[in-house]
Structures are given as C-alpha cells and as structure tokens.
C-alpha cells in the first residue's frame, strides 16, 4: 500500500465550477500536509500549507485536513482556466526529512 | 527573486556517459534534496542535505551521487546513466523543520 494515495483524474470542469481534489494516507503520523500546482513543463509551487487537522482558506482555494479519516482535499472555488494544471497533495511527519507526495490529480478548466 | 534554479532543462545523452545536473539556490536554506518524477510514481526522493558536506539517501538513491560543498549548490551526478535514470528531475529547497519545499523547474533526462 502506498503511503499517500491520490485519484490520477484527470478531471474536466467547466469555468466556475467548484473543483474538490482529494488523497488519502496511511500513516498516522503525518501532521503537516501540503498542496502543491504544477504547470506543465514547470516544478511544484506551494499552494497550500496546514498543520494537523482543520481547515485553511486562501482566497478561492480551501485545504480540509481530517486526520481521524486521514484524508485530505483541496477545494477551489470558481474555478478559472488558469486553474489548469496538476495538484499534489504532500505530507510529513514531525521531524521527518522527507515528504510523501501523492501521484497528482490532472485538472482541466474549460472556459 | 527567490528561486532554485537547475540546469541544463533537457538533455539527451546515451547510456554510460557521466553527466552532472546543477542546482543553485539562493535563499540561503540548508535542507537541499533531489526528486525524480515519474507518470504513475509520482515524486520520489534520491538524496537531500540538510547542511554543508551532509548527505543522505532518499528512497531511490541507486545509480546517483550528490556532493554539497557549499550551501546554495546540490549537483546531481550520474555516474554512468542507464535507460531507467530517462526521468524529469526536480532540485528543491527549504529551511530546517517542516518549512515547505520550493522547487526548480526541472530537468528532463533521456538516456539512450
């Protein structure tokens, strides 16, 4: 069983929809869990960053974290075509040294 | 502007050529890791430093070396590449404890 595991989509929506990208983990000790965007031909940026359970809102973007569940989502409102790109979610444990991404979810916004 | 840079972008070279992948930067981090990225695998993590002339395995360390004599620079070195190491390559950065990662924009490896 992997570590993070995360639906490959790929995932079309219409402009304006509300998008929600989810993982899942196995291990109970991952307490920092991230959600990065990757355009094509270019490296992860940082899209959101939350520690232990709850939400976190940064303008249309909203991270979930339910460690009872170990799941996590990543919710964009309104989406718009720039939204275009792959999402992975990643996690750690504390004082770990490495993360464990998920496999990336696809995400096309259709104007 | 705060960034990691790598280089080159894309290389093509053939099987048992040593070639070295640079990395650079200059946010002045400590922790310096390599990923490589693969359709269905995911990022998976080769080598991370988490300081000046201290180096570590990640979970797919076989085929590659990493030496960190200086803070801002973590090259990649393949000794001699084999058509499993044909990937896109990311160097990525980050201060100590649980900061996030900030990333390059990749390398993308084709051995022949």
């Known amino acids: 069983q992997k570590e993070v595991e995360q639906d490959p989509g790929p995932l079309s929506v219409p402009e304006g929809a509300i998008v929600s990208l989810n993982c899942t983990y196995s291990?109970?000790?991952?307490?920092?869990f991230m959600w990065y965007r990757q355009y094509s031909r270019k490296g992860p940026e940082l899209l959101m960053y939350?520690?232990?359970?709850g939400n976190k809102e940064d303008g249309r973007f909203t991270a979930q974290v339910d460690k009872s569940s170990k799941y996590i989502s990543l919710f964009i409102r309104d989406s718009q075509p720039s939204d275009s790109a792959t999402y992975l979610c990643a996690m750690s444990a504390s004082g770990a040294n490495n993360l464990f991404f998920g496999t990336g979810t696809r995400l096309t916004v259709i104007p | 502007e705060a960034q990691v840079t790598q280089n080159p972008r894309y290389l093509i070279t053939v099987t048992g050529k040593k070639l070295t992948v640079t990395c650079s930067q200059n946010m002045n981090h400590e922790y310096m890791s390599w990923y490589r990225q693969d359709p269905g695998l995911g990022l998976r993590q080769i080598y991370y430093?988490?300081?000046?002339?201290?180096?570590d395995k990640g979970d797919v360390p076989e085929g590659y070396k990493v030496s960190r004599k200086e803070k801002r620079n973590f090259p990649l070195i393949l000794e001699s590449p084999s058509p499993n190491q044909t990937s896109l390559y990311f160097c990525a950065s980050r201060w100590q404890g649980a900061s996030p990662l900030h990333f390059g924009n990749g390398t993308r490896l084709t051995v022949t």
């Open positions: 291990n109970s000790a991952f307490q920092y």
């Open positions: 430093s988490m300081n000046v002339e201290v180096t």
């Open positions: 939350t520690y232990s359970s």
